[in-house]
């Protein structure tokens, strides 16, 4: 146990973890079905699909610390910006079509413009990209900070409590949980922010007392390598978490304002982490460890009770994303790959079946590859080039030939052999970053005579 915990701050922290449970297992008579448990019954309002979509996208959330500690500002241009962006191109041009075409996932659109086996790809790549193994790493770095556990326990606690729930209620109870956690977490981040301008001072304080370059856009990171993150925020238009929502929503109004609310609540939690992280290396010894620094400043500038409430919404916060990426890389896994491969049973019986294997292959990824900026650097390097473009092209008037498994597979297949390259030589080929090849490729067969030809209807 932590010597800086109060014993009241693990009785908040343990009241949070029981109540997620009972929420997430409780059952409402009338909710049952496939679609209830895939789609919550596709009845999806404004204030649920808000607070779901917003609490599922800081998963990372000691990744976020990670980065404004070692580079500051720079963390809002790399980790924010792009994100806005394209997150409000989703909004305007994507939103609806995907509630108004009523598919159910990401490979199930492939599969109905490009075919089977395209679905069947994509359906891998999904299930790849949405594991939830950066955001198990995440809680379990914390669970073993905070409680002295090892690394692998922690991994399993943070694994079987996140998706239990999921396994008995599916989507319906990540949208319940996530309730309770957008709540929590926005409260714990305002806490902290508030008793850190309190006792520290504001911007002058920051400015004075901060590295010159944790205040420049660039954090003294390259263009090349910001531009890769960037490029690597594509991945909103192919976030299954996104894509699951909006196919949820009571109607494609629904779908788009929600995003666009979204933005709102993303910018304010943005400026509440990037403030927090800003303050921790303001305050922390120098040395820290960075992977660290929020959990380090919550233990060493709050009170007893508001410290307990901090840490109950930094596990919201990671909490609220391993059981909706579980759910979904579980999902794609049982329905999209397995029922669909055999034809047979039933498909919310294939997705409880597969939540085991996707725990498993999580903990394995994470044990592997132990840091979350890398694991979420090395998911969307490899996996988007592949997926982006044949996604996209399935909202156009027109269809690309059977070619488009090649296309995904090669382009992927690029990507991964630059990211290997480093492994042996500690650096890219050329020195670009193994985003662009996979991408470029994409385009480039895209933009081949011949690949494009009309829609049939």
């Known amino acids: 146990m932590n010597p800086f915990l109060h014993p009241i701050d693990t009785a908040i922290i343990l009241i949070y973890g029981v109540g997620l449970l009972a929420l997430g297992l409780f059952r409402n008579k009338e909710e049952t079905g496939n679609s209830h448990y895939l789609l919550a019954g596709r009845r999806l309002t404004l204030i649920p699909f808000t607070a779901s979509l917003v609490a599922t996208w800081y998963g990372g959330i000691l990744g976020v610390g ?8 720079s963390n809002w241009v790399v980790l924010a910006l792009p994100y806005y962006l394209f997150a409000l191109l989703f909004a305007l041009f994507l939103a609806k079509r995907i509630r108004e075409d009523s598919f159910v996932t990401i490979p199930d659109r492939l599969r109905q413009h490009y075919g089977e086996t395209a679905g069947l790809i994509g359906a891998g790549f999904v299930t790849i990209l949405t594991t939830p ?13 905070l409680f002295g556990i090892s690394l692998f326990p922690a991994l399993l606690l943070a694994t079987g409590i996140s998706l239990i729930y999921v396994y008995n209620g599916g989507f319906r109870s990540v949208v319940r949980t996530d309730l309770l956690q957008f709540g929590l977490m926005f409260t714990g981040f305002a806490l902290l922010v508030f008793i850190c301008f309190q006792n520290y001072g504001g911007f002058q304080a ?8 944790h205040l420049t856009w660039h954090g003294g990171n390259s263009t090349q390598y910001i531009l890769a993150w960037f490029f690597i925020a594509l991945w909103t238009f192919v976030d299954p978490g996104f894509y699951q929502r909006c196919a949820a929503a009571k109607s494609p109004a629904v779908a788009k304002k929600g995003i666009l609310v979204s933005i709102g609540f993303w910018a304010l939690f943005d400026f509440l982490t990037v403030s927090a992280g800003l303050y921790s290396r303001l305050v922390l010894p120098e040395g820290s460890e960075a992977a660290l620094a929020l959990p380090a400043l919550g233990l060493s500038v709050l ?9 109950a919404g930094l596990l919201a916060t990671i909490m609220s994303t391993i059981d909706s990426f579980g759910f979904i890389s579980a999902m794609t896994f049982g329905r999209d790959i397995v029922w669909r491969m055999k034809r047979s049973g039933n498909e919310v019986a294939w997705v409880k079946l597969g939540l085991p294997f996707i725990a498993a292959f999580s903990l394995l990824f994470a044990w592997l590859l132990p840091s979350v900026i890398e694991l979420w650097y090395s998911l969307g390097s490899v996996i988007i080039p592949g997926l982006l473009i044949p ?66 209807g």
Do not use: D
């Open 66 to 73: 990670e980065f404004t500690y070692l580079h500051g500002l």
């Open 133 to 145: 193994a950066p955001y198990i790493l995440s809680c379990a770095l914390l669970l073993t900070y």
């Open 206 to 213: 920051l400015r004075k007392g901060l590295p010159e370059l």
């Open 303 to 311: 009170p007893p009770v508001i410290k307990g409430l901090f840490f």
């Open 391 to 456: 996604f996209l092209t399935t909202f156009w008037q027109k269809k690309l030939i059977p070619a488009v498994p090649a296309m995904m597979i090669l382009s992927t297949a690029l990507s991964f052999a630059w990211f290997l390259f480093w492994f042996k030589e500690n650096k890219y080929p050329l020195g670009i970053e193994p985003f662009y090849p996979g991408l470029i490729l994409s385009i480039l067969w895209l933009l081949i005579p011949g690949k494009i030809s009309p829609k049939s």
